[in-house]
């Protein structure tokens, strides 16, 4: 049964520590998302990759965050240094490059809290 | 920019009852997907029915449908017969068919099912 796997499912830490999320996308798909979700904003976008290479990350603070895709298996969400407004769920999700099925395969999400 | 808004932020129903959430969405172009995600405490966000810009027929799967009113740039669904598992966050999406593949959510509807 093909998903979208994420890691860690939860992580609590202190303010300052650098957090790294992993997200091993379905195999075969060539988009990949990184979203935020918090009570105040909703589902924020913060960047998505195409074949690896990063098209959109506009919605990501760039001071702090940081997006790759190491390989196609493979992509990182990079907090450094951590705040506690980055608490949040932050989800990968990916894409097959067919644009008629249109639809986004979410990871369970990994919980971020920073004291 | 496209935008898709939720007016509904709480909704309960009987069970075995139908409710209907609604979501309307902004945008400029002619071509483009909707969705509705579920997410259930478990926080997993499950796709539930899509719908193609292009099709004038509504989507229907199983007890959920949709009825898609393009002009008015309206998205709802109706679930029909409803069930304590179908208590959740419900969150419409826009994606478009070219170009950016984000998917841009609303705010979401949280469903309380009465039993």
């Known amino acids: 049964d093909a998903r979208v796997t994420q890691t860690p499912r939860h992580k609590v830490t202190e303010m300052g520590q650098e957090v790294t999320m992993r997200c091993q996308p379905i195999l075969g798909h060539n988009t990949v998302f990184w979203y935020r979700q918090t009570m105040m904003q909703g589902l924020e976008l913060l960047a998505y990759?195409?074949?690896?290479?990063?098209?959109?990350d506009s919605g990501m603070p760039k001071d702090r965050f940081s997006a790759e895709m190491p390989d196609a298996t493979l992509a990182t969400l990079k907090i450094q240094p951590s705040e506690p407004r980055d608490s949040a769920v932050y989800f990968c999700?990916?894409?097959?490059?067919?644009?008629?099925?249109?639809?986004?395969?979410f990871g369970e999400g990994s919980r971020l809290t920073v004291l | 920019a496209q935008t898709v808004t939720q007016s509904q932020p709480e909704m309960s129903v009987q069970e075995a009852e139908t409710v209907t959430l609604s979501c309307t969405y902004d945008?400029?172009?002619?071509?483009?997907?909707l969705f509705w995600y579920k997410q259930p405490p478990s926080r997993q966000m499950i796709l539930v029915i899509r719908?193609?810009?292009?099709?004038?027929q509504n989507a229907t799967e199983n007890r959920f449908s949709v009825n898609f009113q393009k002009a008015a740039k309206s998205f709802s669904l109706k679930i029909s017969d409803s069930q304590l598992g179908d208590a959740a966050m419900y969150f419409c999406?826009?994606?478009?068919?070219?170009?950016?593949?984000?998917?841009?959510f609303g705010t979401g509807t949280r469903l309380t099912i009465i039993p």
């Open positions: 945008t400029s172009e002619s071509d483009y997907y």
């Open positions: 999700a990916s894409g097959p490059d067919q644009l008629y099925t249109g639809e986004l395969f």
């Open positions: 990759f195409r074949n690896r290479a990063p098209l959109d």
């Open positions: 719908q193609e810009a292009y099709k004038q």
């Open positions: 999406a826009y994606r478009s068919a070219f170009g950016n593949e984000k998917l841009t």
